[in-house]
């Protein structure tokens, strides 16, 4: 496994997960790439929180420099990018899901719907598994 070399503040695993991932932009770009589907700039635009293009190009570079993502010429119209997990940023589910499980508890206006959170709070394994799936038919 390729470790990272960059300096942090402190090897805490909370302050590394801070620092690579803790700005308010990357982890809606994983939940992008790993919940619905989108793998080219102009549908990471397109997100309900509007992410300016200075920003999201800075992301994505950041996030395929930490090996979160990656990017590859779309064979079909090669003036496009294909933007894929890393197995890296695949890992990043189980806490995405807690992360999920967390919110619907304790914001009543949830965009999540009520069917993807019974199954998270009855069969989370098999959910990890389909997903899991899902994101290797995305991968480029």
Same mark, same amino acid.
């Given at each position: 496994?390729?470790?990272? *070399?960059?300096?942090?503040?402190?090897?805490?695993?909370?302050?590394?997960?801070?620092?690579?991932?803790?700005?308010?932009?990357? =982890?809606?770009?994983?939940?992008?790439?790993?919940?619905?589907?989108?793998?080219?700039?102009?549908?990471?635009?397109?997100?309900?929180?509007?992410?300016? *293009?200075?920003?999201?190009?800075? /992301?994505?570079?950041?996030?395929?420099?930490?090996?979160?993502?990656?990017?590859?010429?779309?064979?079909?119209?090669?003036?496009?990018?294909?933007?894929?997990?890393?197995?890296?940023?695949?890992?990043?589910?189980?806490?995405?899901?807690?992360?999920?499980?967390?919110?619907?508890?304790?914001?009543?206006?949830?965009?999540?719907?009520?069917?993807?959170?019974? /199954? =998270? *709070?009855?069969?989370?394994?098999?959910?990890?598994?389909?997903?899991?799936?899902?994101?290797?038919? =995305?991968?480029?």
């Amino acid at each position: 496994m390729k470790r990272n *070399t960059k300096k942090y503040r402190s090897h805490c695993p909370i302050n590394f997960a801070q620092e690579t991932f803790g700005d308010k932009w990357s =982890l809606l770009i994983i939940r992008d790439l790993m919940f619905k589907g989108k793998k080219y700039y102009g549908e990471f635009l397109n997100s309900d929180e509007k992410i300016s *293009t200075n920003i999201l190009a800075d /992301r994505l570079e950041k996030l395929e420099v930490d090996g979160l993502l990656t990017k590859a010429r779309d064979k079909e119209n090669n003036s496009k990018n294909i933007y894929a997990l890393t197995q890296k940023g695949v890992d990043l589910l189980p806490m995405l899901l807690e992360m999920i499980a967390w919110s619907a508890k304790y914001d009543n206006k949830t965009g999540t719907p009520a069917e993807f959170i019974r /199954r =998270l *709070t009855e069969d989370k394994d098999s959910l990890i598994r389909e997903l899991i799936a899902g994101l290797g038919s =995305l991968k480029t």
